[in-house]
């Protein structure tokens, strides 16, 4: 048996529960590709997992979390025409499974790797992208010439919202606090509202779409940022009795992103990335044998960008 490490999870707790070790190395079914894998971006998606939510998904274990890996093909099954062994790629494998140095995954949710990234930067995009596109254009169905308010816009989805709006041609404003201020509208933001200090009169009102990356109090903010008619999209979703009357009382549609993998808008995501129109930053990178440092970094909630594991 050929195997390969992987960092996998026996039970639900804290950091202690991660587990680096071999297990045996996947071998690409009809339809899907074998990836070499060289780094693995982390959301916190994976540390929620790993402290019991996972529970509620009755995921199989052992598992290995993770959702975004970025590598090189190393085979490909009975089918897969459109890539070949060498290729560089980058994909969202699902909600878990890319924690490993090896991972077997549908070719229909693998894009080529970004040509301007490095693995590193490549991983640290797929499900933080995937979920900005998701929720601004599948969702909102946000159009050139609206306002977008990006609630949280120095976090790893939030950032990826600020762009992908701008790229759109989208007035965006955004909320980071004053230390980020400058990184957010570097991303293109035409405003930034200072989440922690600004008051209510700093926020828009004529807001088309609303990106909510937060929740809680801040779905009140972005619901009175909407005009008549316009959408909450909620990344974080849920919202009490009163939010979902006050949305009501404005005619203002409330949704809930889940992301899922999609390889055709990671190619889409890819071209505006090597256009120059999207970029990305890595705030730190672990090694995957230090997943348990990067998941406590993750879960303290104030990293800019996107934290990374790599392989080998």
Known sequence: MTTMKSMRIHDYGDASVLKYEDVARPAPQAGEVLIRVAAIGVNPVDWKLRSGVGKRFGLPLPIALGADVAGTVEAVGEGVTAFKAGDEVFAMVGLWGAYAEYVAVSAEVVAAKPKSMDFVQAASVPLAALT????????????????????????????????????????????????????????????????????????????????????????????????????????????????????????????????????????????????????????????LAETGKAHDLSAQGHTRGKIVLTCG
């Open 132 to 287: 900005a596109w998701q929720g601004l254009f599948d969702k909102g169905n946000l159009q050139a010439g609206q306002t977008a308010l990006i609630y949280g816009a120095a976090g790893g989805v939030g950032m990826f919202g600020v762009q992908l709006a701008k790229a759109k041609g989208a007035n965006v404003v955004a909320t980071a606090s004053e230390k980020n201020a400058a990184f957010v509208r570097e991303l293109g933001a035409d405003d930034v509202v200072d989440y922690r200090t600004d008051s209510a009169e700093r926020y828009p009102t004529d807001v088309d779409l609303a990106l909510d990356m937060i929740g809680g109090d801040a779905a009140g903010h972005c619901i009175d940022a909407l005009k008549t008619g316009g959408a909450h999209v909620q990344i974080s979703p849920g919202g009490t009795e009163h939010l979902a009357e006050k949305a009501a009382a404005k005619n203002v549609e409330m949704v809930a992103v889940q992301v899922r993998p999609n390889g055709q808008q990671l190619r889409e995501i890819a071209e505006l990335i090597d256009a120059g129109k999207v970029k990305t930053e890595v705030a730190a990178t672990f090694s």
